[in-house]
């Protein structure tokens, strides 16, 4: 019984791991347009910046105030570390490195980046289930318009200090 059990956890995982591949799919592309187009310097501060907050807001939503958990990787665990902070990097450089390339009013991108990164993340998440949250949609929602204004203005911010 034990064994039937492996081999499920071990199908789930491999699931998972699949439903993953779009969000590092899109950080080697933006690294890579980054890489061509001579912007090394944002596409970091976007990952660091990414990085660094995705964890003071898990710190906040997650530990503190409980609106979300992670259902597959611990909070703070290896796995939390190794998968987790690298898309939340990822999930700073979408942000940022796409509004700079994208001509269009800096409202129309607000709403595009916001709809498109909502649609990649939560979308996958109804079936993975990485993360589940102890709110309503009306929450979580506006919650998402205040994180992608909230992690451009900080890379802003950064950009015109380095």
Not at 88 to 107: P, Q
Request: one cysteine or more.
């Amino acid at each position: 019984m034990n064994f039937s059990n492996n081999i499920e956890a071990n199908k789930g995982q491999k699931k998972r791991a699949i439903l993953g591949l779009p969000i590092l799919g899109l950080g080697l592309t933006l690294l890579i347009l980054a890489l061509t187009r001579g912007e090394i310097k944002e596409a970091t501060l976007s990952f660091v910046i990414g990085a660094f907050s995705g964890f003071l807001l898990d710190c906040l939503g997650v530990a503190k105030l409980k609106l979300w958990i992670y259902t597959k990787q611990e909070f703070r665990s290896k796995s939390y570390f190794g998968v987790v902070i690298p898309a939340w990097g990822i999930f700073g450089m979408a942000i940022n490195l796409i509004w700079n390339w994208v001509y269009i009013s800096e409202i129309a991108a607000f709403f595009a980046i916001t709809l498109g990164l909502f649609t990649l993340h939560e979308i996958p998440n109804l079936k993975t289930k990485s993360w589940k949250y102890s709110v309503s949609m009306r929450v979580v929602i506006p919650g998402w318009f205040l994180l992608i204004l909230g992690l451009r203005a900080v890379f802003i911010l950064f950009s015109q200090l380095v």
